[in-house]
């Protein structure tokens, strides 16, 4: 009986991924932006954010045990705001870029911004 219940369901594990910390290549540096993987056990909400890589993410994104993110961390540009002649803003800047995805970003993983702590992380 047992068996005729759970022959179609998909099984998944709770392994511990392997954390990496990417290595942005010179075309991610004309893009201006990264690509980051993180994901969180759905459980416990404040727990540790993990970052892992494209290949860990593609794997574990159906996971139900796993929150997931991805985010564009912003790389190259001014550091702070520009502004135009006529007051607009032309660029927002690397600094409040990264605050921004962050804030976004932790609304999913709550503790994100304790793995990012530092909004330039590999900034020309």
Known sequence: MYSDLVKNKTFYSLDIPKTIVPSPKPEDYESSFIERYFIQKVNDTYGFVYEIDKNEYSKIKSNPY????????????????????????????????????????????????LHLTNVLQFHK
Request: no cysteine.
């Open 66 to 113: 796993w929150l997931t993110e991805i985010i564009n961390w912003r790389i190259t540009g001014p550091l702070n705001e520009v502004y135009g002649d006529n007051g607009l803003l032309i660029d927002k800047g690397v600094i409040n870029s990264n605050k921004a995805t962050l804030a976004a970003a932790s609304k999913k993983l709550k503790n994100i911004g």
